[in-house]
């Protein structure tokens, strides 16, 4: 376990001295950006519209017990933009982009290609896994953005529709709550749980060993490993941003 | 012209097992050697090894003036580009179709126009007998295709080094004939030193100048061809003239029952069968590293078995 993360350490620093190493691959980096948002783009729409509504629904139950309906909409939006979008943002990354890069390059070790490539000369690192994860961080930032303006919609219709709230009033709460910040946060966090997303994917895959039944185990120890990780980190980022940046209407 | 590497108490172990160890030989420079063993020995085990995709426990590998198992990462690309290798089962690009595949290392590694580019790799597509096929991806192809296939990109940068894993294996005889009269041929234009793992006795006797045999973790004997042709050690005997007598079993070591099982039996070993002339390049020219025919048997002493050398 520490020898292993000892290794993924090592891993990553090389994908980041690879980041640093001419040429950039931009080829694989426009492809593999193209795979990951053609395949994570409309499943993180379909789950951010019910998330936003469930917010919005619970939010709103409760809000309404407490007599503070005019910040539903602040609620929502504090909500959504700074946990619900990066956590739905990695999920997807991690389950949809992250599974096939860690087949695809599975697959790539156990035929052989990946020895085959560093016998002719390329190192892998740089030329497979660094445009991937670069392309997994660009894809994370803007599928986090598509999260953020689904989740808000959503919460918003199902709020001024459904539960008879006032448009100006959601509106307004946002102000009074959110600030710029969040945003920045959410985004920066969309960022690292690519980066990490990615990068264990792309180390699990690399070191699948015993077959096509190992190219699959590599795959279901991927998506679990990074999920727990993702949310650690979530953790951590949540928890710094709170001591750091001072938050409204406190 | 080709180079030499020299292996010097090499030991490789997987999780506390050891695959061979304290193995040392030398391929001489534009040599071909040929290296054998019964299955699962680990003979593809010691390619990779020998181009530093696997760290051995111990030993050194000499090329040049380089110790390839303590090269940096950065070094030991630099020294990979020497090589030119040929993996079991071709370790084709699966995402490329075969003209990619062949054109890849040129495109990486030289700037070179595209149109030179398809110059040299339908030669070498010509070469293996692919033309036709370029188009093709190698999830489309038989095994025996995706093999030459990997032959003709192992050699598109011209390697003064050239490791081949089983290059006759899945291929019929008619093809495996033209590809060992394709490798002396190479080896005589090129003075590559060449390695060759194969199961193929013909290709064996017929085709190298040294010959190996990795047997039960170590190398059992390492030399001139005529050399193990000759010999009358039991594992080497038995293994170069394909027979069921002697120490190697279906389980690779026959256990002590069995060997005494056999010598009580009383069954008389079948005498050594001639040792064949070596294949020549085509245009009939001698080859780089030969050496009359029988020279060695004579200088050791040895007398060949009758029939030899014709
Ligand atoms: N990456 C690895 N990890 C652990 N064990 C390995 C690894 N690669 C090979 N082995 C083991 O090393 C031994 C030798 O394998 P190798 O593939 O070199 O045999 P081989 O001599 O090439 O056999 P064949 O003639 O069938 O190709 C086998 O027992 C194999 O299980
Ligand atoms: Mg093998």
Same mark, same amino acid.
């Given at each position: ?250 | ?12 172990? @997987? ?13 001489p420079s534009g040599e071909i050697s040929v290296l054998l063993g019964p299955s699962g020995t680990g003979k593809s085990v010691f390619l990779k090894t020998l181009v530093g995709l696997l760290k051995p426990d111990r030993g050194s590998i ?20 020497? @090589?030119?290798?040929? @993996? ?45 096929? !370029? ?30 894993? !089983? ?65 009358? !050690? ?77």
């Open positions: 376990m520490i020898r292993a993360s000892g290794h993924f350490i090592a891993f990553s620093l090389d994908t980041l001295r690879g980041l640093a190493r001419r040429p950039f691959q931009v080829r694989e980096f426009i492809q593999q950006a193209w795979f990951i948002s053609s395949v994570s783009i409309l499943p993180a729409a379909l789950v951010a519209i019910p998330f936003g509504a469930v917010i919005a629904l619970q939010l709103g139950s409760l809000v309404r017990q407490l007599g503070a309906q005019s910040f539903t909409g602040a609620a929502s939006v504090l909500a959504v933009v700074r946990e619900a979008g990066p956590i739905v943002t990695a999920l997807i990354i991690a389950g949809a982009g992250g599974s096939a890069i860690c087949a695809d390059l599975g697959a790539r070790k156990i035929r052989e290609e990946l020895d085959a490539m560093q016998v002719l000369g390329i190192d892998p690192i740089q030329r497979l896994v660094v445009p991937r994860v670069v392309a997994a961080m660009l894809v994370a930032v803007l599928l986090n953005g598509v999260v953020s303006v689904v989740g808000v919609s959503g919460g918003y219709l199902f709020n001024v529709v459904l539960q008879d709230g006032t448009p100006g009033a959601y509106l307004a709460s946002f102000q009074a709550l959110g600030q710029l910040p969040d945003l920045i946060v959410g985004e920066i966090k969309a960022l690292l749980f690519g980066a990490a997303a990615a990068l264990v994917a792309s180390y699990k895959g690399m070191n699948a060993k015993g077959g096509p039944k190992g190219v699959g185990d590599a795959v279901n120890q991927s998506v679990v490993i990074t999920f727990m990780l993702l949310f650690a980190l979530n953790f951590v980022v949540t928890a710094l941003y709170f001591q750091l940046v001072p938050q409204k209407g406190s | 012209m080709g180079v030499e590497v020299r292996v010097e108490g090499l030991t490789k172990s @997987f999780g506390g097992h050891a695959v061979w160890s304290d193995v040392s030989l030398t391929l000499w090329i040049a003036d380089n110790d390839l198992p303590r090269l940096s990462e950065r070094a030991l690309y630099e020294v990979r580009k020497l @090589f030119g290798v040929l @993996f079991q089962d071709g370790a084709l690009f699966g995402s490329m179709n075969l003209y990619d595949n062949v054109a890849f290392p040129l495109r990486e590694h030289t700037r070179r126009p595209e149109s030179e580019i398809k110059k040299i790799v339908f030669e070498k597509l010509e070469m293996v007998g692919l033309v036709g096929a !370029e188009e093709k991806l190698p999830g489309e192809i038989s095994g025996g295709m995706r093999k030459r296939a990997g032959l003709a990109r192992a050699l598109v940068l011209d390697p003064e080094i050239i490791l081949f894993d !089983e290059p006759d294996s899945g291929l019929d005889p008619v093809r495996t004939a033209y590809l060992n009269q394709l490798i002396i041929d190479l080896n005589q234009q090129t003075g590559a030193t060449f390695l060759i793992v194969t199961h193929d006795i013909n290709t064996a006797r017929t085709v190298p100048d040294n010959i190996g045999l990795i047997y039960h973790g170590h190398l059992a004997m390492f030399g001139p061809r005529e050399m193990l042709l000759s010999s009358t !050690e039991p594992v080497v005997r038995q293994f170069l003239n394909a027979q069921r007598i002697g120490p190697i079993g279906m389980a690779e070591e026959k256990d002590a029952d069995e060997l005494q099982a056999e010598a009580a039996s009383g069954v008389e070993l079948p005498p050594l069968p001639p040792i064949p002339l070596q294949l020549r390049p085509s245009d009939g020219a001698p080859r780089r590293a030969e050496h009359a025919p029988g020279a060695w048997c004579r200088e050791n002493g040895i007398a060949p078995p009758p029939g030899s050398f014709s």
